[in-house]
């Protein structure tokens, strides 16, 4: 490779972000650079190289190409060395930062440093501003307060000159001082001007808003330091360097309550540890996310996910195991920077970081969820929680929430059954409980009747079902048909036997003797039962077959019920839930949205939630208009139990969504997520993805990336990967509106990869296609190309040739705009080999039209380049015609500016002059063609010596004549 390719090479990883990414790029450089044997160009790529290793999580491997670099300029001066004498001193301070990291590094070595600092800049004539600073970092360090001091005063006295720390930086590290010292209210007042002014800074504002979250909070800014986390912490989230940093903010969650995000946090960032940029920043992080464990474990948060790495697979660990674990390393690291330091300054630091506790009021700070968790009463308990309780414990617990119930005192044991009978079809689960409980604990199972004591099994069969107990259900079933039959009692039996039957086909292994049971049950009630008893034996019937996803089937078993399910309004209530959710899955949704509002309008009459709510939310999966649907849930709210919230929440949000009203949606999605939480429900991750979707539709975009992070990190977990891709699709987006393009290219990047199957390739085109637009927008048109290139590889292999046609357009105006005429030229050839097999289709969609044209500008302007204008005009002819017949009208008059440009350089002002006057008086007054346009015209009146002309156009327009 020449030496001329080896320094483009060099300015293209200069424009890469920094990470490992970059880092891989310099080092594979650096290999060919020193086999090239330019020693320039050697010391360009290692000066490079340092400030890439420090701001890319690589320190260590700065302090060798600065060490170089520092050789090769005093061991044999030459004039470039001299071009870059600000850099290489600025260096000095990136060493002395980073030689204090490291606990192995003697004092004595970065002792050294500065004084070689100290005497350049001397030398040099420069201010020993930045030398002060860095020595007072030494003496705090350390621990030697008089020192720190000492040296603070010089800083602060000290003029600044080209070779101080930024306007954002140095007052950033003089926050960190005054904050140590409990000076918060002057930390503060000395921030306000720097972030109020433009901070240009690779490492702001999110450095300083980092220092400012405890003088904030100790003042009584709560807002402030609300806002401060989530800008701070949303720019440090993606790279390495910043562990530390995200240590404080893992540290300020802890402090303000917020445990459930001190543990996202801590699980996002905790695989860093496995390759830390320091020692430094290991113990700082493990020391805060230790504290940050104790706290949630304290509260009930029973592990943690960590993710794979050498030697350690993925999985779940105990989080106050975790949290012993990441003190013992905190600890030990700081005894190992006290061994070198001569203090014990480290050790008391980690040990103020490892009790740090939630104080003073909670301070909300996600944007997912609303509420802090509860803590669970019982100091044992909520440290270790108990996840096999038995299911009685909680029913228990259940049960005492619920209203007291007045039974009968001479009631019997056939009486109180009956009760409960009947209080179960009604929906009164309070009254059922009462009447079983009385019925236990006022006689004895050995005492009651062989029909009795199955009317008992049977209910209690009900009460398992309802707890979702299906083995223990039908277990008793069994033993309850059993003691039936025994007691020659056939429509009890009956019952019994259609139940059993329905619980059995919702297992694949039991379903031919379930339906064979119910079926049966149904058919013998027809012949004995009541009205009641022989419409619920055909509910039965269709519920069995609706768990088989029979629906036709299931539909005609409930037409054989009585139209009025014999009187039992509760049970007609039933049928109609039933009959919709089947219609509903036969895609009759008119028909189920009318089954759904019968239900609903009995469930209201009778003043039952649980019905009402059922059928709303049956109602809402049908509703057309998302209005009807916003008003069901809102009905269902009302009157829901508790445990149903959650889901009308969810439908709520997404049919707010769908009626245009994302910020309403948004309200409901945040309370849907931390319901899942406080309940530890599975299937937050899922709505944290939806609830960014809303961020992003209402435009709070920061908000958006947050909780998508969340979200993929959740999917992640979950195993989820196709939908945590969906999701870092959204998140890409997100993050390509709020500007930040490297995170947005990492992410489509990794999506890329995980789509290389067949069946995925046009997905893989589509993300590629999106990335190399990123890159397109953001000037980096030579690696947008690249992108485009392969998009249309990816499309070709999917057998998508329009949409290859389009990407490789694409690819010839990146080329083009990257001034690579010859690979512009390549991706024309490309593209007229396509055009002309899509031209000869008989017939051409609007899309095909479209592409076709917009292929035939794209190879006029890489002729026009190459100065073949009579060949790019050609191209031309009756493009803007064929734009103007699908309607795309700003294309076409892009098209005839084009060709008035390509007739002016062919020397046919005459041409031009008419077809230029006549786009120029089309576009809007305020589109940006239009100053173009007018100096097109202007040159050809000149062309034409209608010079009057062309000066009332260069002044109607406030074009200057020069140009």
């Not at 986390?229 to 893992?250: K, T, V």
Request: net charge negative; glycine share 6%; aromatic share 6%.
């Amino acid at each position: 490779m020449a030496d001329e390719d080896l320094w483009r090479v060099l300015r293209g990883i200069s424009d890469m972000p920094y990470g490992a990414g970059q880092i891989a790029a310099l080092e594979q450089l650096l290999r060919r650079v020193d086999a090239a044997d330019d020693r320039h160009l050697a010391f360009v790529t290692r000066m490079q190289a340092t400030t890439g290793y420090v701001y890319g999580g690589e320190p260590a491997k700065s302090f060798v190409t600065f060490s170089w670099c520092l050789s090769e300029f005093d061991r044999d001066p030459q004039p470039y060395h001299q071009r870059h004498l600000h850099h290489l001193l600025w260096h000095f301070k990136y060493m002395v930062s980073g030689l204090l990291k490291f606990p192995e590094v003697p004092l004595d070595r970065t002792y050294a440093v500065l004084d070689d600092m100290e005497r350049r800049y001397k030398a040099g004539g420069h201010s020993l501003q930045t030398v002060h600073k860095h020595r007072f970092r030494v003496a705090d360090h350390v621990g030697d307060a008089d020192a720190a001091a000492h040296w603070y005063r010089l800083w602060q006295t000290t003029p600044r000159d080209e070779l101080s720390d930024c306007a954002g930086c140095d007052p950033t590290s003089q926050v960190g001082y005054l904050a140590d010292t409990g000076r918060d209210a002057e930390a503060v007042t000395l921030a306000e001007p720097v972030l109020a002014g433009r901070l240009t800074c690779t490492e702001q504002p999110q450095a300083i808003l980092t220092a400012l979250l405890l003088p904030y909070l100790r003042t009584g800014r709560g807002a402030a330091a609300r806002d401060a986390h989530r800008e701070a912490y949303r720019r440090l989230r993606g790279n390495l360097a910043d562990l530390w940093d995200i240590g404080d903010h893992i540290e300020f969650c802890t402090l303000t309550g917020n445990e459930a995000r001190a543990v996202e946090l801590v699980e996002r960032h905790l695989d860093w540890l496995d390759r830390p940029p320091s020692p430094a920043a290991a113990m700082h992080f493990a020391a805060t996310a230790a504290a940050a464990l104790r706290q949630a474990g304290r509260i009930g948060a029973p592990t943690v996910y960590r993710r794979a790495a050498e030697g350690r697979p993925a999985g779940e660990v105990p989080a106050l195991t975790l949290a012993d674990e990441l003190a013992e390393t905190a600890t030990a690291l700081a005894a190992r920077f006290d061994a070198r330091n001569g203090s014990a300054a480290q050790s008391e630091w980690i040990a103020r970081r490892l009790a740090v506790r939630a104080d003073g009021e909670h301070l909300p700070l996600s944007a997912s969820v609303r509420r802090r968790s509860v803590r669970p009463a019982g100091d044992e308990s909520s440290v270790h929680p108990d996840r096999n309780a038995a299911p009685a414990v909680a029913d228990r617990a259940r049960a005492d929430d619920e209203p007291a119930v007045a039974l009968p005192a001479d009631a019997g044991p056939v009486e109180l059954l009956a009760l409960a009978e009947e209080s179960w079809g009604r929906h009164d689960r309070a009254t059922f409980r009462a009447a079983l409980a009385a019925c236990d604990s006022r006689f004895g199972v050995d005492d009651l009747p062989p029909g009795t004591a199955a009317h008992r099994l049977a209910l209690r069969a009900a009460e398992r079902g309802d707890e979702d107990d299906i083995a223990g259900a039908i277990e008793m079933n069994r033993a309850a048909l059993s003691r039936y039959r025994e007691a020659a009692e056939e429509v009890p039996a009956q019952v019994v036997a259609g139940r059993l039957g329905v619980l059995l086909t919702r297992s694949d292994d039991d379903a031919e003797e379930g339906l064979a049971l119910v079926r049966a049950a149904a058919e013998a009630l027809e012949r004995l039962g009541d009205a009641r008893q022989r419409a619920a034996g055909h509910d039965r019937v269709a519920l069995a077959l609706l768990h088989r996803e029979r629906w036709a089937e299931a539909l005609a078993a409930l037409d054989r019920a009585p139209a009025d399910a014999g009187g039992d309004r509760h049970l007609a209530a039933r049928i109609a839930l039933h009959r919709a959710h089947l219609l509903e899955q036969s895609d009759r949704v008119e028909e189920a949205r009318a089954a759904a509002d019968e239900a609903r309008q009995i469930g209201r009459e009778l003043g039952v939630g649980e019905l009402t709510t059922a059928a709303c939310l049956t109602y809402v999966r049908t509703a057309d208009d998302p209005a009807d649907a916003v008003a069901a849930c809102d009905e269902a709210l009302a009157v829901a139990p508790a445990n149903a919230e959650l889901p009308i929440r969810v439908a709520r949000a997404r049919a707010l969504l769908s009626a245009g009203r994302a910020a309403d949606a948004v309200d409901d999605f945040v309370e849907a997520v931390t319901l899942c939480v406080e309940r530890g429900a599975e299937g937050d991750a899922f709505l944290r993805w939806e609830l960014a979707n809303a961020y992003r539709v209402v435009g709070r975009l920061g908000e958006a990336a947050e909780v998508a992070e969340e979200a993929v990190l959740g999917l992640d977990r979950l195993g989820a990967q196709a939908e945590a891709d969906r999701c870092r699709h959204l998140l890409a987006g997100v993050y390509a509106g709020l500007g930040e393009i490297d995170p947005a290219l990492a992410l489509l990047e990794r999506l890329a990869e995980n789509l290389d199957g067949p069946d995925n390739l046009p997905h893989r085109a589509q993300v590629l296609e999106e990335a190399g637009g990123i890159l397109y927008d953001a000037d980096r048109d030579a690696v947008a190309a690249e992108r485009f290139a392969a998009a249309a590889t990816a499309y070709r292999l999917a057998d998508l040739p329009l949409d290859e046609l389009r990407a490789r357009r694409r690819e010839a105006y990146a080329w083009f705009w990257s001034d690579d005429r010859p690979a512009a030229v390549r991706a024309i050839e490309l593209v007229d080999g396509l055009a002309a097999t899509l031209a000869a289709q008989p017939e051409q969609s609007p899309p095909v039209t479209y592409e076709l044209a917009m292929a035939a500008e794209a190879g006029a302007r890489v002729l026009t380049g190459e100065d073949r204008p009579d060949e790019a005009l050609d191209r031309l002819s009756g493009v803007p015609d064929r734009l103007r017949s699908i309607e795309a009208f700003g294309e076409a008059a892009q098209v005839e500016i084009l060709t008035g440009e390509l007739l002016l350089r062919l020397d046919r002002p005459a041409e031009a002059e008419p077809l230029l006057r006549r786009v120029l008086g089309g576009l809007p007054a305020d589109s940006r063609p239009v100053r173009q346009t007018a100096w097109l015209l202007a040159r050809a009146l000149d062309l034409l010596d209608r010079s009057p002309e062309a000066e009332a156009v260069r002044a109607e327009h406030d074009l200057d004549p020069d140009d």
